[in-house]
């Protein structure tokens, strides 16, 4: 049994490594990430009075947390993009608003980013469940889906962040200050 979660979010970004790309200027989307969740263990379905191997308030609310208040309305950028140096120069404040992956951010490379980070969330709250199948809609006609095996041949380390049970977006800031940010 799979129990799927859908939450709204808007973004922005901008791919620079398509020189003939429309997304070459910073734009913005208004997307959907869907998850799918399953226990890890099939007998962890508790049938007769609770009926269900956790809550979905349970199962939701650290994934919903870090979507509504770190990654909507984010500026998604390439860890090389010069914008970066513009923003740690005149607005340092909105460091913790960027979210940063290796090369262009694009939703294929966000969603595996995402992904990662989802699989730390539930490694460190919910470690009896898994992810067994991610979605982002960027728009309502491209969607990218995932699975464990997607996630498992990713080639690149998309960032450190990805990687860690916070709230951060990227690797510009040190752990600690994340820590001091939630």
């Not at 992904?115 to 960027?138: G, S, T």
């Amino acid at each position: 049994m799979q129990l799927q979660f859908k939450r709204r979010f808007s973004m922005a970004h901008r791919l620079r490594f398509d020189a003939n790309s429309k997304c070459l200027t910073p734009h913005g989307h208004n997307e959907f990430v869907v998850v799918s969740l399953q226990a890890r263990d099939a007998g962890a379905m508790r049938w007769g009075n609770a009926n269900y191997a956790a809550s979905f308030a349970d199962l939701k609310r650290h994934w919903h947390r870090f979507v509504d208040d770190s990654l909507d309305h984010a500026f998604q950028l390439g860890h090389d993009d010069p914008m970066i140096g513009y923003f740690r120069q005149h607005e340092p404040d909105l460091l913790p608003r960027l979210l940063v992956i290796e090369g262009d951010p694009t939703t294929e490379a966000v969603a595996a980013a995402l992904y990662m980070k989802l699989n730390a969330i539930l490694a460190a709250h919910l470690p009896d469940f898994e992810c067994v199948r991610f979605e982002i809609e960027e728009t309502p006609t491209n969607s990218v889906v995932l699975g464990p095996a997607d996630i498992a041949a990713c080639p690149i380390r998309l960032g450190e962040w990805c990687h860690r049970a916070d709230m951060s977006l990227n690797d510009l800031l040190s752990p600690e200050a994340w820590d001091h940010l939630t």
